[in-house]
């Protein structure tokens, strides 16, 4: 059984996560445990290539807060993704602003032409906008490197 920590982030484009599939062996131990440590293991096409994940991180700008900024929305120019709660992370004392840079690391709840994210962990990153140029690079460098990358 994988656990949420078992396993570090993707580093993926919001693109990448409209048309995952779950895994047929992650979906028969999500139904056998309610377990929210239990994680669920996606297959996204990147870059013509199947690769695997349970963990995901994502990079982009906000771009609406809902719910007193439990939900945003965030583009990294690729697609709008929904964030989801937000205001549950432990120790997260401030709360996303619309413009802000963020570099959000958390789960995929269901894929689609706005996919929902479920945070685990929110930074800003507005104080350093190179890091925006940074970030398409880091991703291709991560499939490029990567040697797990396999379908379910």
Known sequence: MSTTLDRPARKLFL???LSCRQCAQSSKTT???QDPSVSKIWTAEC??????????????????TRDNGDSILIDDTTAVALVKG????????????KGQYLMIIGQLV??????MIRPVKIQNLSHNLALTAMWPL???????????AAGC
């Open 15 to 17: 693109s990448h996560l």
């Open 31 to 33: 139904v056998q445990s």
């Open 110 to 115: 269901r894929p689609g032409s706005i996919p």
């Open 86 to 97: 937000c205001s549950k992370i432990p120790f997260h004392a401030s709360t996303p602003a």
């Open 47 to 64: 870059e013509e290539r199947s690769v695997e994940f349970s963990m995901l991180s994502v990079q982009g700008v906000v771009i609406e």
């Open 138 to 148: 880091e991703v291709m460098d991560g499939l490029n490197q990567d040697s797990s």
